[in-house]
């Protein structure tokens, strides 16, 4: 079973900075794509970032310059470092891993995190 754990959330001021993780645990062959997403109250949920194995990334256009997303693929383990916070980033952030293999010969799957909560006070 692969879970996802992330961590790193928390209430920053306006202008503040924070950095969110998140982990796989289980036994993994590869991951294909790593994301963040974040979901505020009465919105749906959104992409932030993502980065695939070969390093591209992507973001979304009200967050670049602020975010930077990374990746350990050793660790399964994937950053976002958030600079420069406005309080309209204030959500609850989800990680998720797509085309995540456990073997060669499995079939894909995908994985969501817990979400973590992140507050950005004016």
């Known amino acids: 079973q692969v879970q996802l754990v992330e961590s790193g959330g928390g209430l920053v001021q306006a202008g503040g900075s924070l950095r969110v993780s998140c982990a796989a645990s289980?036994?993994?062959?590869?991951?294909?794509?790593m994301g963040w997403y974040r979901q505020a109250p009465g919105e749906e949920r959104e992409l932030v970032a993502s980065i695939t194995r070969g390093g591209i990334t992507n973001y979304a256009d009200s967050v670049k310059g602020r975010f930077t997303i990374s990746r350990d693929s050793a660790k399964n383990t994937v950053y976002l470092q958030m600079n420069s916070l406005k309080p309209e980033y204030t959500a609850v952030y989800y990680c998720?891993?797509?085309?995540?293999?456990?073997?060669?010969?499995?079939?894909?799957?995908?994985?969501w995190g817990q979400g973590t909560q992140v507050t950005v006070s004016s």
């Open positions: 998720s891993f797509d085309g995540v293999k456990r073997n060669w010969y499995v079939k894909e799957a995908s994985y």
């Open positions: 289980g036994s993994i062959f590869s991951i294909n794509v």
